[in-house]
């Protein structure tokens, strides 16, 4: 039976004292992810979706409170949560609707995230970089990694999801980097 995004969003541990919460932390996951897929991406841009769609998502999400969460809580929040465990639960919720099939076409690509460079003036810049798993078939990413740039890699962070996704049968498209000895060896030994 397919369990609904908040209940997969209640494992993703709360790191925020106790004190002064006004909202959970599933529930206001829900209406960032719901504001994010409408195509609001900043943070006053998100805050301002909660505030148009306050009714909606209070009735919908049976919350106590009308006000909902300020672009500034929705900041603290984001910046905060344990992306692992976040991707990791919505990764869980999306692939229960989405299903793979032998001969999907899958593609896998990594992406710095320009704000997060630091030292940007030295030989050893580091900054955050996402790797994303997209399904052709079914337009959608399957699932996400994080790494820093200084601590690690995209092959590294590729043969992770590769391996985490007990992927068989499918076609993957990467860019060249991976076209490398030891990680061809690597993903033959998974067939």
């Not at 590729?158 to 060896?185: F, G, P």
């Amino acid at each position: 039976m397919a369990t609904t995004l908040i209940e997969h969003l209640q494992c993703v541990p709360d790191f925020r004292r106790g004190q002064g919460r006004r909202y959970r932390l599933d529930h206001t996951l829900t209406m960032i992810i719901m504001a994010i897929m409408s195509g609001r991406y900043g943070y006053r841009e998100i805050g301002s979706f909660l505030r148009a769609n306050a009714d909606a998502l209070a009735e919908h999400l049976r919350l106590n409170r009308r006000a909902m969460p300020s672009h500034v809580t929705v900041r603290t929040i984001l910046r905060g949560v344990d992306f692992t465990a976040l991707a990791a639960a919505f990764g869980a919720w999306a692939r229960q609707h989405l299903q793979l099939r032998a001969g999907d076409l899958l593609t896998i690509d990594g992406k710095a995230l320009g704000s997060t460079v630091e030292h940007y003036n030295d030989a050893y810049q580091d900054f955050i970089c996402l790797v994303s798993l997209y399904a052709q078939r079914q337009g959608a990413v399957l699932a996400l990694a994080r790494y820093h740039n200084g601590h690690s890699s995209e092959l590294v962070s590729v043969e992770q999801l590769i391996r985490a996704l007990d992927l068989h049968d499918m076609t993957i498209s990467i860019d060249a980097l991976h076209c490398k000895k030891n990680s061809q060896r690597n993903y033959r030994q998974r067939e």
